[in-house]
């Protein structure tokens, strides 16, 4: 498995942004696509953002689309989620993972502890 730490979470008001970090190894970011997940209280784990190891193509959920976007600097090892106009039903615990292009938690080989985003005033 691979390793992945998520970085970033925190309290902010509704409207309000915040930038996620996922640091993982240069193999993993080279190999890998890397994708974001959230789970919230009572709801299953969801895939909002992943990017492609190859090309950095970029895919998103109806749920963020317009609002998040991920991106990666491979200087840093990190890939990023920047998320703007943010609401009260994007609380949850925000997850990074490794494994396909894709948003569904199948897919993915290795996971992160975990990032507690809370949008509340």
């Known amino acids: 498995q691979e390793h992945l730490v998520e970085s970033g979470g925190g309290l902010v008001q509704p409207g309000g942004s915040l930038k996620l970090s996922c640091v993982a190894s240069e193999l993993t970011l080279n190999y890998y696509a890397i994708a974001w997940f959230r789970q919230a209280p009572g709801k299953e784990r969801e895939g909002v953002a992943c990017i492609s190891s190859a090309d950095s193509a970029t895919y998103y959920s109806e749920s963020v689309k317009g609002r998040f976007t991920i991106s990666r600097d491979k200087s840093k090892n990190t890939v990023y989620l920047q998320m703007n106009h943010l609401k009260p039903e994007d609380t949850a615990v925000y997850y990074c993972?490794?494994?396909?292009?894709?948003?569904?938690?199948?897919?993915?080989?290795?996971w992160g502890k975990g990032t507690l985003v809370t949008i509340s005033s």
């Open positions: 993972a490794a494994g396909r292009f894709s948003l569904l938690e199948r897919s993915m080989s290795s």
